[in-house]
């Protein structure tokens, strides 16, 4: 069971994976500078599709020799987009990355009919991990970037993400804390109501390879202090390894209240409900997040 990113690059050292990762528009440092990094740990071979003068230009600033890549020029962001994700669409790719392109140019390539990596009536989503150095474990969660406010089909399957990405770290059985505001079933609140049910869906195996409870607050989630306060009797409160947020909203500000107000803290973040994972990391996000979500990618790739 991998429990710190650290322990994630040990392990896919020591089992010796090396995936295929496809760069769209990587022309900007931090992208560059995270799948160089990918490359030197050996866990990915790399292509980089954009403008190779300026590739160039970024190695030779940061002293990484361009000869670690593959570089396919393409000096139009638009379709060197579109090209990284046919790519990966047509097997040239085991997992794809968002360099310096919009998202909106990124998730449009993703979603074409034809050339995309969203399967029919696919369910595209986002699982994000968290290693805070508070918490016993790494936090599996979803979902705080694509859906705003996902109803109870699309909660089953992010759950499921959720889980099929846990269990690629290492967790056999992962527990899965469906979040509201309170851990009372309130009928007032819909978000307690289809926690409840989710719960019950994990009770009788219609969530499978994992263990649910819901509704759940934050607080007796992630805190053993909390469920002896309050007496909870949970087989996933105060030890859970998944939070699904019950919307776009709640699981953003518990992203970026990590990332920001909490020290010492690592993430990774990838597209998933695609043919392949996609790292969707902010062009403002560090080099240290970027590295992990590669990794993240590649895991979930070498079950």
């Not at 090396?18 to 799948?35: M, N, P, Q, R, T």
């Not at 593959?70 to 990966?88: R, S």
């Not at 990596?117 to 918490?135: D, Q, T």
Request: aromatic share 6%.
């Amino acid at each position: 069971m991998i429990t710190k990113f650290s322990e994630l690059f040990e392990e896919l050292r020591q089992r010796n994976i090396c995936k295929k990762l496809v760069v769209a528009w990587g022309v900007d440092e931090h992208s560059i500078e995270a799948a160089y990094k990918a490359v030197e740990a050996g866990f990915v071979t790399a292509t980089i599709v954009g403008d190779e003068a300026m590739v160039k230009s970024v190695c030779e600033a940061n002293g990484f020799d361009a000869s670690k890549f593959e570089i396919i020029h393409n000096p139009v962001e638009l379709k060197a987009v579109a090209q990284a994700v046919q790519m990966v669409h047509d097997g040239n790719g085991d997992v794809l990355m968002k360099g310096l392109c919009s998202t909106d140019k990124f998730l449009r390539a993703i979603l074409n009919k034809e050339t995309g990596l969203l399967p029919p009536k696919g369910l595209l989503s986002h699982v994000g991990v968290i290693e805070n150095p508070n918490y016993h474990k790494l936090i599996f969660m979803s979902d705080m970037a694509v859906i705003p406010l996902p109803d109870l089909r699309q909660k089953v399957k992010i759950a499921g993400f959720m889980v099929s990405v846990a269990h690629s770290f290492g967790i056999d059985k992962p527990k899965v804390a469906f979040i509201a505001a309170s851990e009372q079933m309130l009928d007032s609140m819909p978000a307690c109501v289809e926690a409840a049910q989710l719960a019950k869906m994990c009770d009788r195996g219609q969530i499978k390879g994992c263990i649910g409870d819901g509704p759940l607050a934050l607080d007796v989630a992630i805190d053993a202090e909390s469920v002896a306060i309050k007496k909870l009797v949970s087989p996933v409160a105060g030890d859970a390894d998944c939070l699904l947020f019950p919307n776009i909203e709640s699981g953003n500000v518990f992203w970026k209240t990590n990332s920001k107000l909490a020290e010492g803290v690592r993430q990774a973040g990838m597209l998933v409900g695609t043919t392949a994972p996609c790292v969707l990391a902010s062009r403002a996000d560090s080099v240290d997040t970027k590295l992990n979500s590669i990794a993240e990618a590649v895991m979930s790739v070498s079950k």
